[in-house]
């Protein structure tokens, strides 16, 4: 049983790594499993200056190995291998590694992140590492002293074309909006604008990317006339948002139209022990602190969850003696008196049968695992088994035979 | 692994026989500094059934755009000086070394 992982978490981007600091300083055996390099989009960017603390200079590479030599250092065991297949229902979860491995969890983090958006544009996918880049950092350097632009306007497009200015010539930003229009917040707006290596096309968007085993030029049009001007460039870097890893998730938990994972306030999703945290999740602000504030709930959340269960075992699933579950809520009357009841019955028919009480209000899991859908409710385990469920009111007399007809 | 260069690529790659691979990166690509351990765990794993270069590209920038590199990290095949195969973008240890086995 000790392969067994008390936390699997799959993506080690800052969701991943916050996961495995709480999950691994709460004494649970956590495990990180990373498709390539570590720090998912955060260790893509040179300039993050906006997670508490860490002020202007921080690199996101820095603070990713940061984050992993934080995680490392509670006992986080970090693994290089991608997840491909996954088997999310049941006590057990199993995930299978390209390499071929299978791990053992009793929960799953999914922190699987989020990739650059392609626009699908011609010339956009035969030209990727020929010109067209998603990433600043990785190549900048290629373009001193050429030209290049920047298809997007938001936070990521318009600070790291404040980036590439340090390489190159000129950045030309192309932006879909009217002049003066971005959608970046307003600090890196008026920095880009007093930028004199940074240029502007207005109400425009990308349609062709062309060039000869290489970039050459694109095609621009303007949207408000239709013209088509072609322009000679080196580099097209594209920043026009992300989408969410999720395609090994479809059919195995809830996702919304655009793929992202639903999930409630305790990061839980659709499968009891499976979370999913930062930039793949539905949510409002996709940074690196909202991504490592997910995961600190999602540890936290997971790690309530392996007590209940544990708890449910030891004291209903693995008791040799058979046990009445009773599942009542404080607001509801009834559900007291019956109580009241059934631990009077148990106690007169002896040690021979246990009663545990389950408060539905606080352990929501147990009422849609054992479809409880009244209360009180009564339900009859022996040896880990479901033997009979009494719903509503029940008697002394049913209570009784129940027992007769299970051979007690 | 070879450190190639402008002043050795066409010697050790492009006059070579067989099956090179070459890892194209720089000292400011992160990812690419990130995957560098594994490939050369790989090329000690695969010695002598390919041989194993590894190319700056600061300093070889015409060197690389050359060979149709503009963007990091890069794996590239070679065999016979033709290059056949050509890995880019987000470069996973995994896809190189099933690459690796296809064309060795
Ligand atoms: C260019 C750029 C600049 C940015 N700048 C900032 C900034 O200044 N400040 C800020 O707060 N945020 C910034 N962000 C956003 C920030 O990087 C993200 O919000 C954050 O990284 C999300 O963290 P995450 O853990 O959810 O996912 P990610 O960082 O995307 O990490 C997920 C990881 O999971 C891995 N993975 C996915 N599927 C699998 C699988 N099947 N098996 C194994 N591993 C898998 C991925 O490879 C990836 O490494 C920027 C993003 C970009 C792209």
């Avoid at chain 1, 906006?50 to 990713?64: A, Q």
């Avoid at chain 1, 639903?262 to 499968?271: G, K």
Wanted: with cysteine; hydrophobic share 40%.
């Amino acid at each position: 049983m000790s392969d067994i992982y008390d936390i699997v978490i799959v993506g080690g981007g800052p969701g991943g790594m916050s996961a495995g600091i709480y999950g691994s300083r709460s004494r649970l055996k956590t495990v990180i499993l990373q498709k390539g390099r570590l720090g998912g989009q955060a260790a893509t960017t040179e300039e993050l200056e906006n997670y508490p603390g860490f002020g202007r200079g921080t690199t996101g590479p820095e603070l990713m190995q940061a984050m992993a030599d934080h995680a490392e250092s509670f006992g986080t065991e970090i693994v290089r291998d991608e997840v491909v297949d996954l088997s999310l229902n049941g006590d057990v979860k199993l995930l299978t590694t390209k390499s071929g491995q299978v791990y053992k969890a009793k929960t799953v983090i999914l922190a699987l992140g989020a990739e650059p958006r392609s626009l699908n544009i011609r010339g956009e996918n035969k030209f990727r590492g020929k010109g067209v880049s998603y990433c600043a950092t990785c190549d900048a350097d290629f373009f001193e002293e050429l030209d290049v632009i920047v298809v997007g306007n938001g936070d990521a497009a318009v600070e790291e074309a404040m980036y590439l200015t340090k390489f190159a010539e000129t950045v030309t930003i192309i932006v879909i909006h009217d002049e003066g229009i971005l959608d970046c917040n307003q600090a890196s707006a008026e920095k880009a604008m007093a930028n004199p290596k940074i240029k502007w096309v207005w109400s425009s968007v990308l349609q062709e990317v062309k060039g000869d085993g290489l970039v050459e030029s694109v095609v621009i049009k303007n949207i408000k006339t239709g013209e088509l001007t072609e322009m000679q460039i080196n580099g097209v870097f594209f920043f026009v948002g992300t989408v969410p890893k999720t395609e090994l998730l479809k059919g195995q938990v809830d996702l919304d139209e655009q793929g992202y994972v639903i999930t409630n306030e305790q990061m839980e999703t659709s499968v009891a022990g499976v979370y999913a945290v930062g930039d793949c999740r539905v949510k409002y602000l996709r940074q690196v602190v909202t991504a490592a504030s997910d995961g600190a709930i999602a540890a936290v959340a997971a790690d309530k969850y392996l007590a209940e269960e544990e708890d449910f075992k030891v004291r209903v699933l693995n008791v040799k003696e058979p046990v009445w579950v009773a599942f009542w809520a404080p607001q509801v009357e009834a559900s007291i008196n019956a109580i009241a009841d059934l631990e009077q019955w148990v106690a007169k028919t002896g040690t021979n049968v246990k009663l545990v009480k389950i408060d539905t209000y606080r352990n929501q899991r147990l009422v849609e695992r054992y479809a409880v859908d009244e209360i009180p409710s009564a339900l009859l385990f022996h040896k880990g088994e479901l033997i009979s469920k009494l719903s509503g009111s029940f008697s002394p007399e049913d209570l009784d035979n129940q027992m007769n007809l299970a051979g007690f | 692994m070879i450190e190639v260069n402008k002043n050795n690529f066409e010697e050790e790659v492009l006059k070579a026989d067989g099956l090179v691979m070459v890892d194209f990166w720089s000292p400011s690509c992160e990812p690419c500094k990130e995957l560098m351990p594994s490939v050369h765990q790989l090329a000690e794993k695969y010695k002598g059934q390919a041989k194993f270069c590894s190319l700056d590209t600061a300093g070889n920038r015409r060197l690389s755009i050359s060979q149709k590199v503009l963007g990091l990290p890069t794996i590239a095949f070679y065999r016979d000086g033709d290059k056949i195969a050509e890995i880019t973008g987000e470069v996973a240890i995994e896809d190189v070394e099933a690459k690796l086995n296809e064309l060795k």
